[in-house]
């Protein structure tokens, strides 16, 4: 089993519409979690991070966590072509490992 | 400078020569991480540096890479004899403490192509 496992996707959305990544972790003790945004070619850019369950919302970008569910998503409200990337979701482990999922890929259709 | 840097960008070599990667981290970033990334894949930990601690090596794919930092700020990673399933993305990240909440920053990663 995967540490952190993703939806490869794709995942098409229309602008305007909302975008919804997921992610699941496999260790419980896992305290840090992050979303990193990776365009074509580019480096991966950190978009949000979360540690405590429940929402945290910052412009159009929510990060939902469930600890007891072992599952962290994204949701990007508005979306615009703009937020067409690749996302991956990272989550620190116990051992203060940093483990990165396969990424999802996004599209989003003027 | 401000953000972590990567050279060469590019580098493509030919089976069995050794190459050298290095990575400026952020001043005063303490942690250091090497990853790569092969065409449409995810990160693949490599390695991971903090402080004057012991290496985190657990990701290294086989003994013909290896890194160091020196002064506890540029790193080298070091590939021998590389071979084809080398060529990837390598990127480095550096991290303030390298603890349980820290953000990485990544650098523009140095393309490897082995021919």
């Known amino acids: 089993q995967k540490e952190v496992e993703q939806n490869s996707g794709p995942l098409s959305v229309p602008e305007g519409a909302i975008a919804s990544l997921n992610c699941t972790y496999s260790?419980?003790?896992?305290?840090?979690f992050f979303w990193y945004r990776q365009y074509s070619g580019k480096s991966p850019e950190l978009i949000m991070s979360?540690?405590?369950?429940g929402d945290k919302e910052d412009g159009r970008f929510t990060a939902q966590l469930n600890k007891a569910s072992q599952y962290v998503s994204l949701l990007i409200r508005d979306s615009q072509p703009s937020d067409s990337a690749t996302y991956l979701c990272?989550?620190?482990?116990?051992?203060?490992?940093?483990?990165f999922g396969t990424g999802t890929s996004l599209t989003v259709i003027p | 400078g401000a953000g972590v840097s990567q050279s060469p960008s590019n580098k493509v070599t030919e089976k069995g020569k050794d190459v050298e990667l290095r990575c400026d981290p952020i001043?005063?970033?303490?942690?250091l991480y090497w990853y790569r990334q092969s065409l449409g894949q995810g990160l693949e930990f490599l390695i991971y540096?903090?402080?004057?601690?012991?290496?985190?090596k657990s990701g290294l794919p086989s003994d013909r890479f290896s890194a160091e930092r020196t002064g506890g700020s540029v790193s080298t990673l070091t590939i021998q004899r590389t071979q084809q399933e080398d060529s990837a993305v390598y990127l480095c990240?550096?991290?303030?403490?390298?603890?349980?909440?820290?953000?990485?920053?990544f650098g523009p990663g140095t393309r490897l192509t082995v021919l």
């Open positions: 260790d419980r003790g896992s305290q840090s």
């Open positions: 540096f903090q402080g004057n601690s012991a290496p985190d």
């Open positions: 990272a989550v620190i482990s116990r051992g203060n490992q940093f483990y």
């Open positions: 990240a550096s991290s303030f403490q390298g603890t349980k909440g820290d953000t990485q920053y």
């Open positions: 979360i540690y405590s369950n």
């Open positions: 001043s005063g970033h303490t942690a």
